[in-house]
Structure formats: structure tokens, C-alpha cells
């Protein structure tokens, strides 16, 4: 892992993704799954509302509670999402993208935009694969 000039706030650090130790790979990895983007999405779409977290799960199919439940935390924790409790009985969850948040939804959006383009190559690309005919 390399650093430059990483000064208190880690501005300027530049890593090492090959470096299972290195912070940037990390972090990759937390936001590079499925769940952390339909999450980011679901709640960018609500911006600047709040969604509870049953109505997060109705949104999100396929999602477990348990799995929605630890990307949220790591989203939170992560500085990405805000999350306020109301109490009664049961807790009102409710949650929302902080500014950061936003921004990563962003660079998000370019991602499901560029699969959007090429998805009938990727689809082309599969089909030669599952025919059996090497390109490489």
C-alpha cells in the first residue's frame, strides 16, 4: 500500500488495490456489492425523504432482513446514510443518504448507465462463452 500526503481527513492517499490491506480496496468492497447499490439507489430516489426500513425491504426484492440490515449499518457507519430511531413499539427506523451518500449514488449512476450500454455485448460476449468458442 502506498500513501501521499494523507494528512487527518485522508485526503491525498493513494493505494494499492492488489494490497488486501489497502483502505481504498476495503472500501471498494463494502460499496461494490448489489445490496449497497439497490440500497443507495432505493434511498437516492426518496432524497431528501427518509425511508423506514420495512419500506427499504419492500423496495429492495430479494433482500433478506439480515442482509439489509448489515449494509445499512455499514452504510452508516461508513458516513453514507443517516439513521434515526424513533421510540415506540416496535422502533421506527427510519433512514436517509447523508451528502456523501449522494455523491457516491453519482458515480453510481454512471456505473448503471455504462451496464445499461453494453449490456447486449456483455449478453453477446456470454452466449460465444457458453457456445464453447474461445476468443483469447
Given at each position: ?11 491525498g ?33 426518496a432524497?431528501?425523504?427518509e ?32 439513521r ?9 427506523v ?13 458515480a ?17 460476449a ?11
Amino acid at each position: 500500500m502506498t500513501t501521499r500526503g494523507a494528512g487527518a481527513a485522508g485526503h491525498g492517499v493513494s493505494g494499492d488495490l492488489f494490497d488486501p490491506r489497502c483502505p481504498t480496496r476495503q472500501l471498494l468492497d463494502r460499496i461494490g456489492t448489489k445490496w449497497t447499490s439497490m440500497a443507495v439507489k432505493t434511498l437516492a430516489d426518496a432524497a431528501p425523504d427518509e425511508v423506514r426500513f420495512a419500506e427499504l425491504r419492500r423496495r429492495m426484492p430479494g433482500v433478506s432482513q439480515k442482509m439489509l440490515s448489515v449494509t445499512l449499518r455499514s452504510l452508516t457507519r461508513d458516513g453514507l446514510v443517516s439513521r434515526r430511531v424513533e421510540p415506540a413499539v416496535p422502533p421506527r427506523v427510519f433512514y436517509r443518504l447523508t451528502g456523501l451518500g449522494l455523491s457516491l449514488e453519482v458515480a453510481l449512476a454512471g456505473l448503471r448507465t455504462w451496464a445499461e450500454e453494453h449490456m447486449a455485448e456483455i449478453d453477446r460476449a456470454n452466449e460465444t462463452a457458453d457456445q464453447g468458442v474461445d476468443g483469447g
